[in-house]
């Protein structure tokens, strides 16, 4: 199968025919004897991993600690304030500080549920074309699908549910306190960043981190193939 792939993504780089030719050149080379692997394997396969990956990465990232107990998608103190963070650590309100940074988190984490329909929907509309194109594609081309499919989406989603999240986890008040205190502090830039769009932002970087690592999964480890049309589509 790998052989007949490999011959199928050759014959898909180089070809600057029509769509409707290419997806038919595609379909005879994907039902040769060797591989066995259709067009309609290729498209359902990637909906499949897609699925799998994405509602994986969202039960991931919603649960507790999903964001704030992991070091590589944690939401950091808002870099244009970090010299804002320093200061007001220096005058023993790092408390304060850390309280703030783990509201930030959790009101990521409860945001992420509302990914999930909006990633369905994208897979569903999918065009076999996208599928073959995703198979034969890098080893994040999925994740790179669906950024491009759904951030804008999930940017419209995110924001009113951060939002209303960071209030209810208190980081709004955490960070209304932190900013008076610092816009007191003698000689200091005032200042007061946009709070829901940096969450929002950094949420979703970080459930595209995620993803990219559920597909990367799927691809490499066997054991990740949890069904005969999966080990069909990625196996050797």
Known sequence: MKKTLTILFILLMGCNLADAQILKDAKKLLNTKT???????????????LVNG?????????????????PEIKIPFPPDAREMESKLRAIGMGKKVDEFNESMNRAAEKAATEAKPIFVNAIKSMTVKDAISIVRGSENSATIYLKKTTSKDLTE???????????????????????????KIPLVRKMNPDLPQYVTQKALDGLFVM?????????????ARTSELLKKVFGK
């Open 54 to 70: 994405t509602d994986s990465s969202v039960r991931i990232v919603s649960a507790v600690n999903g964001f704030w107990g992991n």
């Open 157 to 183: 989603k995110f924001q009113p549910v951060i939002k209303t999240a960071l209030d209810n986890v208190d980081a709004t008040r955490y960070w209304k306190d932190l900013i008076t205190t610092y816009n």
């Open 35 to 49: 591989g066995g692997l259709t067009e309609k394997d290729a498209s359902d396969g990637i909906r499949e991993a």
């Open 211 to 223: 993803i990219s690592k559920e597909e990367l999964r799927i691809r490499k480890d066997p054991a």
